[in-house]
């Protein structure tokens, strides 16, 4: 499997965006979508290696939390669809730590997202809740 690409030359405020944000080598935010059979390691691994070269920053987000209500959505009782969310969420997020280790880059700024501790705590994503 081929590391993602860019296609550039596309218009519009996200893709222009985008650009400037991959010309100056900033934030990737990575969602892997919990659940979706996608997001196997060999595509993580892409991902993440494609990210490296690309990027100063990466964050990773694989939260159960917004998946858990999907499941729900689907017909799932709500103790099963936390319970399939978070088993989910935490074989993406194994699937990511052991690609990481095996970067030879150590000095990247990666950083998998905890749902709970840096986003559901933050002020600014309470207000914005409301």
């Not at 990737?28 to 494609?50: D, R, T």
């Not at 729900?72 to 099963?80: H, I, P, Q, S, V």
């Amino acid at each position: 499997m081929e590391l993602p690409s860019v296609s550039k030359g596309l218009k519009g405020t996200v893709f222009e965006t985008g650009y400037e944000v991959l010309e100056n080598n900033g934030l990737a935010i990575v969602w892997m979508s919990v659940g979706n059979p996608y997001f196997k390691p060999n595509v993580i691994s892409n991902l993440i290696k494609f990210c490296s070269k690309n990027f100063s920053n990466i964050r990773i987000l694989a939260p159960f939390e917004p998946a858990q209500y999907t499941y729900k959505a689907l017909g799932y009782a709500e103790n099963k669809a936390r319970k399939k969310a978070r088993l989910n969420s935490n074989r993406l997020k194994n699937h990511t730590i052991r690609i990481l280790r095996q970067l030879k880059n150590k000095d990247l700024d990666i950083l998998i997202v905890d749902w709970d501790a840096d986003i559901l705590s933050s002020k600014k994503y309470k207000q914005s809740l409301k």
